[in-house]
């Protein structure tokens, strides 16, 4: 048996086998080093994408904004983002001047114009805002506009005057709203209109542009309304007598040298014999009106407040010149909206004029 066992140690392929098998074995410590190999690596790239996850800004959810009183030369404009993440910024105003990297930036455009405004965040996410610059308006001084007085109203063909009063005026430059475009350079110019409707009379003095005044003044036409009063049945037409105590030279208001008037009143021998018209207040005349658009009534239940005289003149929105049967008609069906009204009365409480303002509604 120790011989067998002898043989066997000296046998030099059983020798070889045992050392194979030796050469082949893991050692105990290997597994761990892996395990602590991976976890460095997986910690490493852990942290790395927690870093770049927090410097992450989502494109679509940039917050930046623009601010300002106004947009005109010269304004300071403020800019500012507040994106979630953003660690750099740059500003580029589009007007060629240096670009600014930092959330918030005051700049200010030299020249009037349209501007792409572009902001770059994280090197990655683009904003673009499009600015309409102006031109500053100047800050008028009311000390430096002119200063001109002229009637209310004028006829067709005839004269009328207008006087500067202008402290230190050494020039003139008047436009009489008629067509041209400068009228006259004397201080003090006087002008014939040849059409009735209502003119812008304009005035610049010492060649200054940013100090202009502009007034309006009605020019009515040749042809005269003659208003009609409603006769007492007991007086005959032969005792009719025209009244001639309205002087048009006197002008207090656009509506008072529209027409020539002559009013048509009973001849008596005592003034308190005239018969005065019911009298009806603005208010209640305005509701008269809505009640004549709507069709509740019409126009001729207004006969007794107008004297009889539908065709009294009429200014229609300050530009034109109609009657009374015309403004009821184009009011007829509509509703409407009643934004001024002026009613001028005469000596009998009848109404002589009417101004009024308003616009149709649709629906």
Known sequence: MAQNKKRIENDPSTQKTFNDNSSKRIPSNF?????????????????????????????????????????????????????YGAKSWEWDFGDGSSKVRKAHALHSFKEAG????????NGNCKTEHVLNIEEKKPVLDSTLLPVFTLPKSVQVGKAVTFKD???????????FGDGTTINSTLKDPSHTYSSPG??????????????????????TPRKSIRKKIEVHKNKAPSQLKALENHNPEESQGPLEDIRKEALLVPRSQKSDELRLTPE?????????????????????????????????????????????????????????????LEIRRNQLRCISGISISYKKKWF
């Open 114 to 121: 349209q501007y792409t405004v572009t902001l770059i965040i």
């Open 31 to 83: 597994s761990g080093y892996i395990y602590q190999t991976f976890l460095f690596f997986f910690l490493i790239s852990a942290v790395v994408f927690f870093l770049k996850k927090k410097d992450h800004v989502n494109c679509e959810d940039v917050l930046n904004y623009i601010k300002s009183d106004n947009y005109t030369v010269g304004s300071l404009i403020q800019f500012q983002d507040e994106s």
């Open 198 to 219: 209502i003119k812008t009379v304009s005035l610049m003095v010492n060649n200054d542009h940013h100090n202009i005044t502009q007034q309006k003044i009605v020019v």
């Open 280 to 340: 009806i207040s603005d208010k209640e005349f305005e509701q008269k009106l809505f009640q004549i658009a709507s069709g509740r009534k019409t126009k001729e239940d207004l006969l007794e407040q107008l004297c009889g005289n539908l065709d009294i003149p009429v200014v229609k929105n300050d530009k034109e010149l109609i009657s009374f049967s015309e403004l009821c008609d184009d009011i007829k069906g509509k509703k409407i909206k009643i934004n001024a």
């Open 165 to 175: 009063n202008t402290p230190h005026a050494s020039s003139w430059q008047w436009d």
